[in-house]
């Protein structure tokens, strides 16, 4: 092995968060290395599925690049969860990312994907395919159900959209109002997506017809410097994306902008992999199946096997571990109905 390559493996997934000092617009860079590799790798190492064709390895790291940005761009003490619901041989397309920037990410693939396969090849084959963003709060009080914004495949034309950054870009659009550029790549290496917002001017909503002329000159001028960033921001090559350095792609496209850059979260405080799955939470699902379809499933195999889709830890219920589950939760329902 040579050293390029082990520093290559070594690389810690990074988030860069900057301004532009005196405009109204932010942005965000994120590259996932190590964190990226660690998913794919735990796919490939699975024998049903083995590893993830090309194209597909492109949209999940897209999307996990991107729940990232969008997990950093809230103010929000819970998991933000991008999900794609496809009609196509993908059916579903999965990434969490805690507050914390810890994620997790895979992909339900169902039919044969070719290795020039199109997003819409994917998973809006019959025009019913679906991106779904929801922020499930981590303390959430009984009976409060998690936000959920739902936006369709589809542009402003009815054409179907081939990047999972223009169906992001819209969805921003219409839930938080502000304009945002996303420019995403991942390859089998590095999933990387650069994020670039206008920030709402104090006051702009009632700049309508009676503003007078110089806070109108001056929401314009505001409006050019987006519109000039944005332009630079778009003009970021996938290759050059996925292979140059931040500090590289910032001082090449922003090197005349007032850029102001915060301390990079890398590490510890960075994007990682992690997996919030356990024997607690099987063992829950599990039991949500009843009684009956888990007799069923033992008299069939002897046990119940449950694999992670995330991690690919299996969980193994023998009868009596099984039988287990269900004695708890009688335990649970006579402690409740005690009055
Ligand atoms: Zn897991």
């Known amino acids: 092995m040579r050293i390029g390559q082990l520093a290559g493996e070594l690389t810690l997934s990074e988030l860069h968060k900057f301004i532009f000092e005196g405009l109204p617009v932010r942005g965000m860079l994120v590259r996932l290395t190590d964190a990226w590799q660690d998913i794919l790798a735990r796919r490939a190492a699975n024998s049903e599925t083995g590893a993830y064709p090309a194209p597909v390895r492109q ?6 690049a991107a729940g990232v940005l969008m997990q950093g761009n809230i103010k929000f003490n819970g998991a933000l969860v ?4 496809g009609d196509g041989p993908v059916k579903l397309g999965v990434v969490e990312v805690q507050p914390d920037f810890s994620l997790r990410a895979t992909c339900t693939q169902v039919g044969d994907v070719d290795d020039d396969a199109t997003l819409s090849q994917m998973v809006n084959v019959n025009n019913q395919g679906r991106c779904a963003i929801t922020l499930d709060p981590q303390d959430r009080l009984p009976g409060q159900q998690p936000y959920q914004g739902v936006v369709p495949l589809f542009g ?3 054409e179907k959209l081939e990047n999972i ?3 992001l870009e819209h969805y921003m659009l219409q839930s938080e109002q502000l304009d945002t550029v996303l420019v995403l790549a991942a390859d089998d290496k590095v999933a990387a997506g650069l994020l670039i917002q206008r920030l709402p001017i104090e006051g702009e909503g009632n700049l309508g017809g009676k503003a007078d002329s110089v806070e109108r000159e001056a929401a314009l001028g505001q409006s050019e410097d987006f519109s000039r960033i944005a332009i630079l921001t778009k003009s970021l090559k996938r290759e050059e994306l996925l292979t ?9 496209l922003y090197w005349e902008e007032p ?6 979260l890398i590490g510890e405080t960075g994007p990682r992999f992690a997996c919030r799955c356990s024997r607690e939470r099987v063992g829950n699902m599990i039991r949500s199946l009843g009684t009956e ?3 069923s499933i033992i008299a069939e195999r002897g046990q119940v096997d449950v694999g992670c889709d995330f991690c690919g830890a299996e969980y193994r219920f023998d009868p009596v571990d099984a039988a287990g589950l269900f004695t708890g939760l009688s335990a649970d329902l006579s402690g409740g109905s005690v009055h």
């Open 293 to 295: 379809e888990v007799e």
């Open 82 to 85: 991008l999900q794609i619901f």
């Open 156 to 158: 402003d034309q009815g």
């Open 259 to 264: 850029l102001a850059r915060f301390e990079p």
């Open 165 to 167: 950054s223009e169906v």
């Open 244 to 252: 140059l350095d931040a500090e590289t792609i910032l001082h090449r």
């Open 59 to 64: 949209l999940l790291g897209e999307m996990a």
